[in-house]
């Protein structure tokens, strides 16, 4: 049998999904299976609309061998795992001749683990276990939760949280899961033959393609032990999240509860000498933590040294002592004694990493604003140590041995993919060398035209923002473009503050606007209810900026009150910045730029979804229009049509938001017919 082309089975899958085929998305396929077949790495810009799953999920089942799916969002997880993969496998299969099975991976603590709703949670203050459905009242909301999650228990044959449908709170679910330090171990555990996280693990060994999640990938890449299946194929899709992700997981910290929380743990399980040194130097911990200033630590001082010192050395006493110590009296010993090892490791190695002083880290001090009275008064300090550059470890770990696809709506910054390629650990694109991974970057496009979809409005009038200066004129300016645009608006403010007063402002202002503030309901509720009524806003910050998808009416502005560059004693990006400058380069653009040009391309990415969808993406900072590096921050934007004229913005957002209605009241007087004609 002669085997099928691409062509023939992108077309085949395209129409078991009841879509188009979209000239991109070839152009896509064709690239992906070009870096399949060669061994190489890609990096591919898909646009909205392109239909990128398909992209690479037809060439890689083309191809044969494992492939590891790593995505950002829960939602393209669900999307690929429950439509598009199911769909696609019943399309090829008349075609490759074999149905490719596909898992969904995660990391342990998402899965309900049945030792702990079995038998119990560990307790701080006392020996053993309690029963975590009989301390909490029935009638609370924690209570309600437990009851449902054990019921839910008998029916799920996966144990997945997000298969718990409404979810639950994160406390309520830390009371059935465990890390995988806390894990007893298959071998160990009465439920190892029944454990959902040990079978999802099962399936995705036996799987041809497994989807994953960014975390995971960081994890199996930075912690040696591997926890994904050996792979040849690895394609990491929402790609411009990778960097951000890789930095979360390798990311340090220690506050002064999760100590104290180490030495309860391990009080009752070790000697008395052992238990002493641990709380002193907890203590000592906890002191400096008070005293401390905010910011980044370039040289740890010398009595915060000790402190951690002391702490490292107390909990490698406290270590080797519980393993070498037994307590019949303690119920479930092994699951006590485990929790507590994980709460004294995790501290150890924090404060072990810190004192040891890698010029590769970066250390800094935070504290947050106080959560209640004076029992909480210390309980959002924390000491926090990142790497200072995760690109050296993902050239290392992600791109040998297999062939890797990075794929994005936005990765071409500035009008290449240089800037994320070095973010990657990727020299610039056709650099030669032994030791260099090879890659290409290709742009597929997207089946919209910009040009004649969307304007990108920057408000050069504005005055310059000043940091957490008052900005009236920009307040003035988003009310008149929201009275224009008929509510229709998408707020992204660059801080928290920020979306907070402008919500308070305008709802003062313009009480007709109905002005949704991101926290104060679920994100899901929120975008349910923006997009139910067309005169709504929605207001957040960083966080909302990607993820939101409200195709149609709802959403015809999207508004940014200005760049979002970073902030300047953000210790992270401000010691990259620096470490950029003594290497001879340009900071500013390799780092803030970079990071701004990203979030905005994201930004602006809200506004136009679908073929029919028409708007503004208007920022309220004259910089984009007047600084240098405005225009590689407009070069890394979606191609919309670019003014600065306010007249003629206002003049657009009041024509869009007539024909809107126009077709909402055709849409609601069809609908009036329909019920009508029902009645009679």
Same mark, same amino acid.
């Given at each position: 049998m002669t085997k099928p082309s691409l062509p023939e089975l992108l077309h085949a899958a395209v129409t078991a999904v009841g879509g188009t085929e979209r000239p991109g998305q070839v152009?896509?396929?064709?690239?992906?299976?070009?870096?399949? $077949?060669?061994?190489?790495?890609?990096?591919?810009? @898909?646009?909205?609309?392109?239909?990128? #799953?398909?992209?690479?999920?037809?060439? *890689?089942?083309?191809h044969g061998e494992r492939v590891v799916v790593a995505t950002a969002t829960l939602a393209l997880q669900r999307q690929l795992v429950e439509r598009d993969l199911p769909r696609t496998v019943d399309a090829l299969h008349p075609q490759l001749r074999r149905r490719p099975e596909f898992a969904m991976l995660k990391g342990r603590s998402n899965y309900l683990c049945l030792h702990r709703l079995h038998e119990g949670v560990p307790q701080d203050e006392e020996e053993g276990l309690f029963d975590q459905f009989e301390a909490a009242a029935p009638t609370s909301r924690?209570?309600?939760?437990?009851?449902?999650?054990?019921?839910?228990?008998?029916?799920?044959e996966t144990g997945d949280r997000d $298969?718990?449908?409404?979810?639950?709170?994160?406390? @309520?679910?830390?009371?059935?899961?465990? #890390?995988?330090?806390?894990?007893?171990? *298959?071998?160990?555990c009465a439920y190892g033959a029944e454990c959902f996280a040990e079978t999802a693990r099962e399936r995705a060994k036996l799987a041809e393609v497994v989807v994953t999640n960014h975390a995971l990938l960081a994890i199996d890449a930075i912690e040696g032990a591997p926890v994904l299946p050996q792979h040849e194929v690895l394609i990491v899709d929402e790609a411009h999240e990778l960097v951000s992700r890789v930095t979360g997981v390798a990311t340090g910290e220690l506050t002064p509860g999760q100590v104290n929380r180490a030495v309860r743990r391990a009080a009752k399980l070790v000697n008395e000498k052992a238990a002493d040194q641990l709380q002193t130097a907890a203590e000592g911990f906890e002191r400096l933590m008070e005293l401390a200033l905010p910011g980044r630590l370039e040289e740890i001082p010398e009595d915060l040294g000790y402190a951690l010192m002391a702490l490292r050395d107390a909990c490698r006493t406290v270590i080797s002592a519980i393993g070498s110590t037994r307590d019949k009296s303690v119920q479930d010993e092994d699951a006590v004694r485990k929790q507590a090892l994980a709460s004294v490791e995790s501290v150890h190695d924090v404060a072990e990493r810190i004192t040891n002083g890698s010029e590769w880290d970066v250390v800094w001090y935070e504290r947050h604003e106080p959560r209640g009275g004076s029992a909480y008064r210390y309980s959002g300090a924390s000491l926090r140590v990142a790497p200072m550059s995760v690109s050296g470890l993902l050239r290392e770990k992600l791109f040998t041995d297999r062939s890797v696809v990075l794929t994005s709506a936005t990765l071409k910054l500035g009008g290449d993919f240089n800037g994320v390629g070095a973010s990657l650990g990727l020299a610039p694109e056709g650099t030669e060398g032994d030791d260099v991974p090879q890659w290409k970057g290709v742009d597929v496009g997207s089946p919209f035209d910009y040009r004649k979809q969307g304007i990108l409005y920057v408000a050069k009038h504005l005055a310059r923002p000043a940091r957490d200066g008052d900005r009236g004129d920009m307040l003035d300016e988003l009310t008149e473009l929201i009275q224009a645009a008929g509510g229709r608006t998408l707020g992204l403010f660059s801080s928290m503050r920020a979306a907070q007063l402008a919500a308070e402002e305008l709802r003062s202002r313009i009480p007709e606007y109905p002005i949704l503030l991101q926290g104060e309901e679920t994100l899901g509720e929120l975008i349910k209810n923006f997009a139910a009524d067309p005169r709504t806003c929605l207001f957040g910050t960083l966080s909302l900026w990607q993820g939101v998808d409200v195709p149609g009416s709802s959403c015809q502005l999207v508004v940014m009150d200005k760049i979002p560059f970073p902030r300047p004693d953000d210790p992270l990006m401000s010691a990259r910045q620096k470490a950029v400058e003594e290497a001879g380069g340009n900071g500013f653009m390799a780092v803030a730029a970079t990071h701004a040009a990203l979030l905005m391309a994201q930004g602006a990415g809200r506004l136009v979804r679908a073929s029919g969808d028409r708007g503004v993406v208007a920022v309220l900072d004259q910089r984009l229009a007047t600084a240098r590096y405005g225009s590689y921050l407009k070069a890394s934007l979606p191609d919309f049509w670019f003014t600065t004229d306010r007249n003629q913005v206002r003049k657009s957002l009041a024509a869009i938001d007539a024909k809107a209605k126009q077709t909402e009241d055709a849409a609601a007087g069809q609908g009036e017919g329909a019920e009508q004609t029902q009645g009679d």
């Open positions: 152009t896509m396929a064709e690239a992906v299976e070009e870096a399949i $077949d060669g061994g190489s790495h890609l990096l591919v810009q @898909a646009g909205t609309g392109t239909g990128k #799953s398909l992209g690479y999920l037809v060439p *890689a089942l083309a924690l209570g309600q939760d437990l009851l449902r999650m054990r019921d839910w228990a008998d029916e799920t $298969d718990l449908t409404p979810g639950v709170s994160d406390r @309520a679910w830390s009371q059935v899961s465990v #890390s995988s330090r806390e894990c007893l171990g *298959a071998s160990k």
